[in-house]
């Protein structure tokens, strides 16, 4: 089955520490985005990628680094500079990265502070 | 800013009414807006896309389009209690295509 694989599902992070969550794709889509979703809050833009081995910042990128070496794979590391990274953290993905292509989700990563 | 901006609710239906979920937009760039379905602890899923003035049906659903008064709505017949939801409303940036989001309708169908 097609889709967009994250993982972990639950990951807890301590102070000081760098954590990465997985977001792999295997509809051969071009594109590839994270995002951040707080309680009642609509989706904010931390990166995203069109090409392999090219990214732009979006909303929210500090304390947040990616890459995009593979065209399957978004890898998020989340950094200990981000003060506040308790969120839900979805992963997406669309054909392109042009206007009219609608984005699909993976089942996203549950990050909380221990 | 640009911005996307939805009526929080909840919005409370009985089951089998007609749901009316509405969304307006201050990119008059904007070409392309979708409304996405998210259940709780999920992530959110595409119900349906539209790009040109009017309506679009599928199934029990119709987004309708209104860019001269930059609103967007969706529109959901026979409602059901797996509708209960919140809804989603993506709107495509003019300038740089990136979507920018609402923060959701939340519905909720009474059997």
């Known amino acids: 089955d097609g889709g967009i694989t994250q993982s972990p599902k639950y990951l807890f992070r301590k102070e000081g520490q760098n954590v990465t969550l997985s977001c792999e794709q295997n509809l051969n889509h071009d594109a590839m985005y994270w995002y951040r979703q707080d309680p009642g809050q609509g989706l904010r833009l931390i990166y995203y990628s069109q090409i392999v081995n090219d990214f732009q910042k979006g909303d929210i990128a500090e304390g947040y680094s990616v890459s995009r070496e593979k065209k399957e794979s978004f890898p998020l590391t989340v950094t200990s500079a981000q003060k506040n990274p308790t969120a839900f953290y979805l992963c997406?993905?669309?054909?392109?990265?042009?206007?009219?292509?609608?984005?699909?989700f993976g089942d996203g990563t549950r990050l909380s502070i221990l | 800013q640009k911005e996307v901006e939805q009526n929080s609710g909840p919005l409370s239906v009985p089951e089998g009414a007609i749901a009316s979920l509405n969304c307006t937009y201050s990119d008059r760039g904007s070409q392309s807006f979708f409304w996405y379905r998210q259940y709780s602890g999920k992530s959110p899923e595409l119900i349906m896309s539209?790009?040109s003035n009017g309506d679009k049906e599928d199934g029990r659903f119709t987004a309708q389009l209104n860019k001269a008064s930059q609103y967007v709505s969706l529109l959901i017949r026979d409602s059901q209690p797996s509708d209960s939801a919140t809804y989603l409303c993506?709107?495509?940036?003019?300038?740089?295509?990136?979507?920018?989001w609402g923060a959701g309708t939340k519905l909720i169908i009474k059997p």
């Open positions: 539209i790009y």
């Open positions: 997406a993905s669309s054909l392109t990265g042009t206007r009219n292509q609608p984005q699909h």
């Open positions: 993506a709107v495509n940036s003019g300038s740089n295509y990136q979507l920018i």
